[in-house]
T-cell receptor, first 115, second 111 residues
Framework: EAQVTQNPRYLITVTGKKLTVTCSQN?????MSWYRQDPGLGLRQIYY???????DKGDVPEGYKVSRKEKRNFPLILESPSPNQTSLYFC??????????????FGEGSRLTVL | KNQVEQSPQSLIILEGKNCTLQ??????????LRWYKQDTGRGPVSLTI?????NTKSNGRYTATLDADTKQSSLHITASQLSDSASYIC??????????FGTGTRLQVFP
C-alpha cells in the first residue's frame, strides 16, 4: 500500500530536549516536505527536498533541521525544542509538485507538545 | 505576493444539502490547483487536481471548477453526508517548487 509513515504520532517533551520525527515513503517519490499546522493558520511549509541530498527552506524553517540521505526518508529534527514549536506536523511526498500528476500524499500527522 | 484565499472560513449545513466553497488565488504563473479534504487530526487527502486547461473536474459528489482568467476555483459538494464534515484546503502551484496553501474552509454537516 502506497503510504507516508510518520513516527511518533504523539509526543510530549520538554524545552531543550532534542527530538527527531521520522518520515518514510514507499512510492519512490522525488519530492518530500514537512509542514506544521496551527489553528487558524493552515499548513505552513518548514523544509522541503527535491531529491537526495537536496533540501531547501520553506516558510518557517527556524528551529528545525532536516536531512535527505536516502530517497525514502526525510526526518525532521528539533535540536532544542521550544513551546512555540507545539504543533501538528505533517510529512508529505510527491513525484513532483508541479506536474499534473504530482499528487501530494500526506502522512497521518505527528502531534508534538513542548512543555 | 502569491496568495490563496478561501471562503467562507466555516460553514454549517444540513445533511443532504448542497454547498459551494470558494478559492481565489493570485499565484502567477499558474501550474495547477488542488483541493484537499482533511478530517480532524488526520492528514489531508487529495480530491482533485486541475490544470490551466481544465474547467471542471469531478470526484464522486465533489465537483471542482476553475476559471483561470479570474483566478477563481470552487468546490461543490452535492447531497452532503455527515462524513463530509472536514476542512477543505485549496492549494495552488506555480512554476517554482513551492505550493501555496489556503487556510481552509471548515465544513460541518449536521443531521
Amino acid at each position: 500500500e502506497a503510504q507516508v509513515t510518520q513516527n511518533p504520532r504523539y509526543l510530549i517533551t520538554v524545552t531543550g530536549k532534542k527530538l527527531t520525527v521520522t518520515c518514510s515513503q514507499n512510492m519512490n517519490h522525488e519530492y518530500m516536505s514537512w509542514y506544521r499546522q496551527d489553528p487558524g493558520l493552515g499548513l505552513r511549509q518548514i523544509y522541503y527536498s527535491m531529491n537526495v541530498e537536496v533540501t531547501d527552506k520553506g516558510d518557517v524553517p527556524e528551529g528545525y533541521k532536516v536531512s535527505r540521505k536516502e530517497k525514502r526518508n526525510f526526518p525532521l529534527i528539533l535540536e532544542s525544542p521550544s513551546p512555540n514549536q507545539t504543533s501538528l506536523y505533517f510529512c508529505a511526498s510527491s513525484l513532483w509538485p508541479g506536474e499534473n500528476t504530482g499528487e501530494l500524499f500526506f502522512g497521518e500527522g505527528s502531534r508534538l507538545t513542548v512543555l | 505576493k502569491n496568495q490563496v484565499e478561501q471562503s467562507p472560513q466555516s460553514l454549517i449545513i444540513l445533511e443532504g444539502k448542497n454547498c459551494t466553497l470558494q478559492c481565489n488565488y493570485t499565484v502567477s504563473p499558474f501550474s495547477n490547483l488542488r483541493w484537499y479534504k482533511q478530517d480532524t487530526g488526520r492528514g489531508p487527502v487529495s480530491l482533485t487536481i486541475m490544470t490551466f486547461s481544465e474547467n471542471t473536474k469531478s470526484n464522486g459528489r465533489y465537483t471542482a471548477t476553475l476559471d483561470a482568467d479570474t483566478k477563481q476555483s470552487s468546490l461543490h459538494i452535492t447531497a452532503s453526508q455527515l462524513s463530509d464534515s472536514a476542512s477543505y484546503i485549496c492549494v495552488v502551484s506555480g512554476d517554482t517548487d513551492k505550493l501555496i496553501f489556503g487556510t481552509g474552509t471548515r465544513l460541518q454537516v449536521f443531521p
